[in-house]
């Protein structure tokens, strides 16, 4: 009995767990990927049922950008860099030729859009445009519509569009606050539709 | 002989280590929590093209995928060279969208199925031709909300 009360259990070498651990942290570090979920949000269009006339719309108040198969840009009928889209996009958009958009800082120059309403940018690319093209021009796109939003998010409530739409979405805003944001949102989704339209591409 | 002796030389006491097990599990923790284990196995070329306007995508339980791309090479010989689209594990055709998208919504909450997302992740090499397909079938199939899935980046370089 006395015996047995002097050795205690020798303590276990835990000189290795270190390793063991480093091994495991190794195997981690390696199989990990950081996700790439994220992404430009779209909606497509539903399929009409049948083929309706479309409301007559103004040539001046259509952007059309033509992508083809080599990735060149068309745009208005002139051939354009991937860099001055994004401006030319804002200048049609922030037009304002009709004069009937208050908020619009553009030229006012009557042969381009009437209102931001109005103003239409046509898409259209080739079958044989490279997803990379498309996706840049998207972007480009999206990025005029994301500034104009910005800019009158700024001057009307103080808070960027997208400061806004994170808040919106975000799941940790309360009840109440989402619904003060929600009408300011629509409000300047309104003032600023996206009205972005793709023609099917073209086959040849 | 004196009670206090000298300490021999100015020994520095080993560092000891053995709180380095602990901080090295809490890293494990981390990176056991943080990682997403790949779910699906890609059989094409996937590197996405850059963006920089994006949103980040829903959680995962409304998001159904679709990948596009060229197959790898050591499949070339069985499927071919041409740009491919691969829906969960295997590559399939275009017209096998249908069914995918039934399948995927068979199999999520009836309630979530509004919301239901398609994240296109299209390598950036393939050709709007394919991608046009695979928009087409969509809208007939009703699934309208899509998300052209990017990496982070600018697109003018």
Known sequence: MARKHRDAPPEVNAGSMADIAFLLLIFFLVTTTIQTDQGINRKLPPIQPDQIDPPPVKEKNIFTVLVNKNDQLLVEDKLMDLKDLRQAAIDFLDNGGDGSCAYCKGERNPASSDNPDKAIISLQNDSETSYKAYISVQNELVAAYYFLRDRECQARYGKSFRDLEAMFEDPKTKEAQRNKIEPFIKEIQTLFPQKLSEAEPKRN | ?157
Request: glycine residues 6%.
């Open chain 2, 1 to 157: 002989m004196s009670k206090f002796k000298k300490k021999k030389g100015g020994d520095v006491p080993a560092i000891s280590t053995a709180s380095l097990p602990d901080i090295v599990f809490m890293l494990l923790f981390f990176f056991m929590v943080a990682t997403v284990l790949k779910d699906n196995d890609l059989l094409i070329q996937n590197s996405l093209p850059k963006a920089d306007q994006v949103t980040k995508l829903e959680k995962k339980d409304r998001v159904m995928f679709i990948f596009a791309g060229k197959p790898h090479e050591k499949y070339r010989k069985k499927y071919g060279e041409g740009a491919k689209i691969q829906l969960n594990d295997r590559l399939s055709e275009v017209s096998d969208i249908k069914t995918f998208i039934l399948a995927e919504r068979a199999s999520r909450n009836p309630e979530l199925e509004k919301v239901l997302t398609t994240s296109l992740k299209v390598d950036k090499e393939v050709k709007m031709g394919l991608v046009g397909e695979i928009k087409q079938e969509l809208r007939k199939m009703d699934a309208l909300k899509i998300n052209y899935t990017t990496t982070k980046g600018s697109v003018v370089d």
